[in-house]
């Protein structure tokens, strides 16, 4: 791993003197095209540990991406991205298959896409990893937590889409995607699982079954210049996952199945040198429990989150943005009156950004926080004692990208 970081440094070097064109590699008379990024990040809390051990201030937020794309006939399209990430406890920086596809259209109203593809949702879903594309570091984690990239970005399988006129209405476009997810362990909801089981050697996590996600995502532009609204349906049928708890402390092997239907409503506005986003995003889990192949128990919980942002350009280099986001873990127990910590049921989150643009390849972003609620630090070892008392927390990141 620690070649891997060197190596990594050193791309971070070789961006630091390029441009922002492409690099381009001629193959007869086809053209590949290749782009990357590279960021480094800061992040400090008052309080607690959020994503990573922020309370002394923590370097471990970083990406980096390079992906290539080539159009070898008509309406066809072929593209990869590799990407490695670390972020307190997840990613730690090991390369993986962001997404490599094949995407094929028949006519502007429909097109095919195969793969490992990324997956629609929301503003952002898709494009989590462009710094780019929004003026904040952080975006609000109650919808796209920078943990859970395993679980929320890509699925192998396909895509169908298409982009539809409807005259003085607007247009609508949409996405229908379905494919197969595997999850690490040590991915963000497998971090998320082991911080509510006892430690080893009384427990531990066994992993997850490969599952199936669907879903599709519609855009509908109005008949307003810049305003355009959103939904999505998502459903995962069967996520089965495993865990032991050992005698005398639990049963011993533990299977729970949990299906997932979610739904995620956008709204955007972009008027002038102004950007207005508002998302609501809304999960049920229906889950059983077995226990030696037998129904043990089920449950039903709901958990939900949204936010409002608004942002300003300035001029080509300084933009500033705010937002304020809210999230639950149970909606049938917003105040957290069941919980050890009641703080652990929500999160509010106030944010500030400054966002400079130092070349068209270079972004530095500052950013400050105003939380209540622990509803997603999600690490008790390093937080033994949580209250709703407010706490702040600052984020800094520069990207480099080409």
């Known amino acids: 791993m620690k070649q891997l970081k060197t ?25 590949v095209n290749f782009h990357g990024f590279a960021s480094q990040g800061f992040l400090y809390s008052s309080d607690y540990n959020y994503l990573g051990s922020t309370a002394n201030g923590s370097l471990s937020f970083n990406e980096f ?25 997840v990613g730690d920086y090991k390369p993986f298959l962001d997404y490599a596809q094949v995407e094929y259209s028949f006519h502007d109203t429909f097109g095919v896409r195969g793969g490992r593809v990324r997956r ?4 952002y879903n898709h494009i989590q990893d462009v710094d780019l594309a929004r003026t904040s570091v952080l975006l609000p984690q109650g919808i796209y937590d920078a943990r859970w990239r ?17 005259g003085r209405a607007g247009s609508v476009s949409y996405e ?19 911080n509510g089981l006892p430690p080893a050697p009384i427990a531990s996590f066994d992993g997850f079954d490969t599952f199936v996600m669907l879903g599709l995502q519609l855009w509908w532009a109005t008949p307003v210049p810049g305003l355009r609204a959103g939904g999505l349906l998502g459903y995962v049928p069967d996520l ?16 729970q199945e949990l299906e997932v239907p979610f739904t995620q409503l956008s709204l955007e506005y972009l008027w002038k040198s102004w950007t207005f986003q508002a998302e609501y995003y809304f999960r049920t889990a229906n889950s059983q429990t077995f226990i030696g192949g037998t129904r043990a128990a089920s449950d039903q919980s709901h958990s939900d989150a949204w936010y409002v942002s ?13 937002y304020y986001s809210e999230y639950y873990a149970d909606t049938s127990d917003r105040s957290g009156r069941n919980l050890a910590f009641r703080s652990d049921a929500y999160q509010r989150d106030t944010a500030l950004s400054v966002r400079f643009d130092i070349r068209d390849w270079w972004l530095i972003k500052l950013e400050g926080h105003y939380l209540r609620g622990t509803g997603l630090v999600q690490d008790n070892a390093r937080n033994p004692v949580r209250d709703d008392n407010g706490w702040w927390m600052f984020a800094a990141k520069t990207t480099l990208s080409f």
């Open 176 to 194: 229908a995607f379905g494919g197969v997810v595997s999850l690490s362990e040590e991915g963000g909801l497998g971090r998320l699982i082991q």
């Open 310 to 322: 608004a942002a300003y350009r300035f001029n080509p280099w300084l933009e500033v943005g705010s």
């Open 120 to 123: 629609p949702g929301g503003i």
């Open 7 to 31: 190596a990594l440094a050193a791309g971070v070097a070789a961006l630091a003197g390029t441009s922002a064109n492409a690099w381009e590699l001629s193959l007869g008379n086809q053209t």
């Open 65 to 89: 991406g390079l992906n290539a794309s080539i159009s070898p006939f008509k309406r066809t399209r072929i593209s990869a991205q590799a990407f490695a990430f670390d972020l307190g406890d």
């Open 240 to 255: 089965t996952l495993h865990t032991t708890v050992n005698p005398p402390f639990g049963p011993g092997s533990i299977a």
């Open 150 to 166: 395993d679980f929320s970005t890509s699925v192998d399988g396909g895509v169908l889409f298409g982009h539809i006129p409807a």
